[in-house]
């Protein structure tokens, strides 16, 4: 089982900046991608922003130019440095890790794990 917790979100005006932090603990596991994703009410979940163990990223075309990914392969840590908040940035941010976990029996397996979700409500 891989954790993830995450950190950083909370009330900001419109034009305001946050970052939101997520760690990943447990088993030995090794972590492929790592994300962040959003739901605002009544929508559907959406990826904000990816970035894989190599250090490709992506990001979705709402927040480019406006967000910044970042990762410690090393701590199993992963940012999301957001600028220029809008209202329509308002939503529930998740932090979402997938990769290879070692079973009980050695065996390694893929997995997903998300974070229980932090909230971001920009004012306008």
């Known amino acids: 089982q891989v954790q993830l917790v995450e950190s950083g979100g909370g009330l900001v005006q419109a034009g305001g900046s946050l970052r939101l932090s997520c760690a990943a603990s447990?088993?030995?596991?090794?972590?492929?991608?790592m994300g962040w994703y959003r739901q605002a009410p009544g929508k559907q979940r959406e990826l904000v922003a990816q970035?894989?163990?190599?250090?490709?990223?992506n990001y979705a075309d709402s927040v480019k130019g406006r967000s910044t990914i970042s990762r410690d392969n090393a701590k199993n840590t992963v940012s999301l440095q957001m600028n220029s908040l809008k209202p329509e940035d308002t939503a529930v941010y998740y932090c979402?890790?997938?990769?290879?976990?070692?079973?009980?029996?050695?065996?390694?397996?893929?997995?997903?794990?998300w974070g229980q979700g932090t909230q971001v409500t920009v004012s306008s």
């Open positions: 979402r890790a997938d990769g290879r976990v070692a079973g009980t029996s050695g065996r390694w397996t893929d997995f997903t794990s």
């Open positions: 447990g088993s030995i596991f090794v972590i492929g991608a």
């Open positions: 970035i894989r163990i190599g250090g490709s990223l």
